[in-house]
């Protein structure tokens, strides 16, 4: 995924001060790399790299736990603003009229039961549904099915073959059964064909609908793209409802759409319940192309809480493998900020199944009041922990002997590999494993 990528990519930026375009490079064509196989048409991810190369260098590098996933943010943010864009709000009016187009299965017909659904529920809309599907009468039954379902206003005629004049028709008995808002279901094609155009331009220009939302499928990929492009030329969309993103669509699309037809994403279905439909996220969508868990507020909690100047002091030890007990307590107190272990497991991709016991907790915590019972010049200089310091510590802090003497041990072993690292080839490949 594309985190793990950035990882390899971004780690020799560590530590260089600022990015800057030589050091980025790398990285960047992972990053373009990545989106590709997001789904993100070419020319989108290539311009998205050149803006988010603009934003990126001259920026200092953090030089705490996660200067790759600063980089991550940042493209996180860019995608964010590209995604939300544009109003995602579906015109305010009573009455409201709403064409669905789109290609056969995409899911306009479920769509225009679920809209009319969350309209009448969050808006207090009074919904009729039209079906405008000539072709299969399936279809007609299957709109006739969802609006008993919702109890709404349905119109619909298996014997007339006038998308015109059905859809005049179904105004008039919207207004009859005092609906104010029509939802016209129409049908699609497996592929944009003039034919299916010309009708839909006929029922928009028949019924002037306030919204014509495209209804495409996340999983078609750069297909949806040509289909968006096809469908906004010919009738003016107003808005997307991406389908099924509940499957592995890998949601490149949302992203290329947006930028290529710069019509907004305004709604997402998410399963095939009357219910899994929401409105757009443009936060989740970013997430979710980026393939991260929630690396993102990962890093800003860590920027909150990560002191920087303390985090480079840090490291500066470590590279030196000066780095005593005292260090290791302030670093326990760091991390314990961020949160429980298992909030930060969490936020971790791949790691979110990931469960840390109390075990582990009380671990740490007992690793604490350890170094607590020590002295300063103790925990600076480890090696005097000898005999009746390490059982008065071990009284101190209600452990036993055998516990301190594990806890130094442990700590030995991190000195050990500090200077391995600190010397050689070796020792940095061993860090770059590490990392
Ligand atoms: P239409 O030809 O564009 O009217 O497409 P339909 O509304 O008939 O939907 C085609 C299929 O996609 C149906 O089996 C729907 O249940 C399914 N579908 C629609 N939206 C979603 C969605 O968000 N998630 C999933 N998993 N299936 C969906
Ligand atoms: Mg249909």
Redesign the pocket.
């Known amino acids: 995924n594309l985190t793990d990528k950035l990882g390899s990519a971004l780690r020799n930026l560590r530590g260089t001060g600022k990015l800057t375009e030589e050091n980025m490079t790398e990285a960047l064509k992972e990053v373009r790399q990545a989106l590709l196989s997001a789904d993100v048409h070419f020319k989108v991810a290539r311009q998205f790299v050149t803006e988010v190369k603009e934003q990126c260098v001259g920026q200092e590098v953090l030089k705490s736990v996660t200067p790759g996933q600063q980089v991550v943010k940042i493209i996180h943010d860019e995608l964010v603003k590209l995604l939300g864009e544009g109003t995602t709000e579906l015109e305010d009016k009573r009455p409201l009229r709403i064409m669905m187009v ?10 225009s039961g679920k809209l009319a659904r969350y309209l009448a529920k969050k808006r207090d809309y009074r919904p009729a549904l039209v079906a405008c ?1 000539v072709y299969r009468p399936a ?1 007609i039954d ?1 709109l006739e099915m969802l609006a008993k379902n919702e109890s709404c206003t349905f119109y619909g005629d298996r014997e007339e073959k006038d998308v015109v004049k059905i859809g005049k028709r179904g105004l008039d008995a919207a207004k009859e059964a005092d609906a104010n808002l029509v939802i016209f ?1 129409t049908a ?1 094609r497996l592929q944009v064909d003039e034919h299916l155009i010309e009708e839909i331009k006929r029922l928009k220009k028949a019924v002037q609908p306030d919204e014509i939302l495209l ?1 495409a499928d996340a999983a078609l990929g750069q297909e949806a793209v040509n289909v968006a492009k096809h469908f906004h030329e010919a009738v003016d969309c107003t808005g997307i409802i991406l ?5 592995d669509a890998r949601g490149g699309a949302a992203l290329s759409m947006k930028s290529i037809s710069n019509v907004p994403i305004k709604f997402m ?4 319940k009357p219910d ?2 929401d409105i757009f996220h443009p936060d989740r969508m970013a997430s979710r192309i980026l393939g991260m868990g929630d690396v993102v507020s990962l890093v800003e909690k860590a920027q909150d809480t990560i002191d920087e100047k303390e985090a480079e002091r840090m490291a500066e030890k470590m590279r030196k493998a000066d780095f005593n007990l005292e260090d290791f307590l302030q670093q326990m107190q760091q991390v314990k900020k961020m949160g429980s272990l298992n909030s930060i497991m969490g936020m971790m991709p791949g790691m979110s199944g990931v469960e840390i016991g109390d075990a582990e907790e009380k671990k740490m915590a007992r690793t604490e009041a350890i170094i607590r019972s020590m002295t300063p010049q103790e925990r600076q200089t480890p090696r005097l922990l000898r005999g009746s310091r390490v059982k008065r510590i071990a009284d101190g802090s209600g452990v036993q002997v055998r516990d301190v003497n594990a806890l130094l041990k442990q700590f030995g072993q991190m000195q050990k590999m500090m200077k391995m690292m600190r010397g050689g080839k070796k020792g940095r490949k061993m860090m770059k494993a590490m990392q």
Do not use: I, M, P, W
């Open positions: 789109g290609l056969h299965g995409s899911g306009k017909t479920t769509s599907d279809a299957q279901d699609g209804v389908t099924k993103l509940d499957g279905g998410t399963g095939e899994e439909f």
